[in-house]
């Protein structure tokens, strides 16, 4: 199926894509407003029709093509995991913007399928381009490391930064929340008391967003005036921003960036005090959260 699919887009490609054509009709609105397909900046040279059979998470789903069933991974966006924070949420945000069922899939490319034989495409809905949709109500990421691949892709970038700004979505979690599904999944990946560093995107701009297309990782900034910055001989990595700080009494106890008694808490590791990369890491070392200990 993946190969005949290649060889029809292909085909397309050089001959004029006589059976590909663009299903753009009447948009409709969502959280931040409709993304209508005429101001994304993407080509809509090459569409195929489709149903959607079944929604897999916020930027997957399979859809029934004419050469037959597909799993679609949404190009250039990143969603949080099921289990991460606003997951749930961009799984749900999906499944609402494609419930009419009728899609239209746009392949990035003449060889569009990914490591996992997924079919790396846009999708729309009538006029509304779904992938930067979900960007426009806060559900999902840039996906920098993959962007650059078609024109207009800096647009990912400003979508982000505009439903940042106005704390849509995944964006109106606490800060400390706001990690990046990459980062998630090596932290995942890494297990229990890895530290996976990972910079701050309180600040974050489009320009920041759209200088990082194309990299393979983006590393934290030395210089950055943030939580995340290393304190010289604390053991702190970037990214891993929770204080595990020991009182008086001897209570492990763990601070939160942005909660009340964070700036004022200092981490001394020689009195066995550390730094956590998530609540879940700190409880399971036996620290806990201020006022719920004894």
Known sequence: MKTLLALLVAAALLAGAGWLWPRLQAGFQTEAGAVDAAGSGQSEDLVLDGRVMRVIDGDTLEVRLGSGPERIRLYGIDTPEARAPGGREATQALKRL???????VAPVSDDPYDAYDRLIAVLYVGRLNVNEQLLADGHAWAYRRYLGQMDGDTRY??????????????????????????????????????????????????????????????????????????????????????????????????????????????????????????????????WRAPGTGP
Do not use: M
């Open 98 to 104: 494609v419930a009419a069922g009728a899609v239209a």
């Open 157 to 286: 970038c400003e979508l982000e930064a505009t439903a940042r700004a106005g704390r849509r979505g995944l964006w109106s979690l606490p800060r400390e929340r706001w990690v990046p599904p990459w980062i998630w999944r090596e932290r995942q990946k890494a297990g229990l008391g890895a530290r996976v560093p990972s910079k701050d995107y309180s600040l974050e701009t489009a320009q920041d967003c759209i200088a990082a297309i194309g990299k393979s990782h983006e590393q934290p900034s030395a210089s950055a005036s943030s939580p995340g910055v290393a304190e010289p001989g604390n053991d702190h990595r970037a990214g891993c921003d929770i204080k595990g700080n020991i009182n008086s009494k001897g209570a492990r106890i763990y601070h939160l960036p942005g909660t009340s008694s964070y700036a004022a808490t200092r981490i001394d590791t020689s009195r066995g005090e550390r730094w956590f990369c998530s609540e879940q890491e700190a409880r399971a070392a036996g």
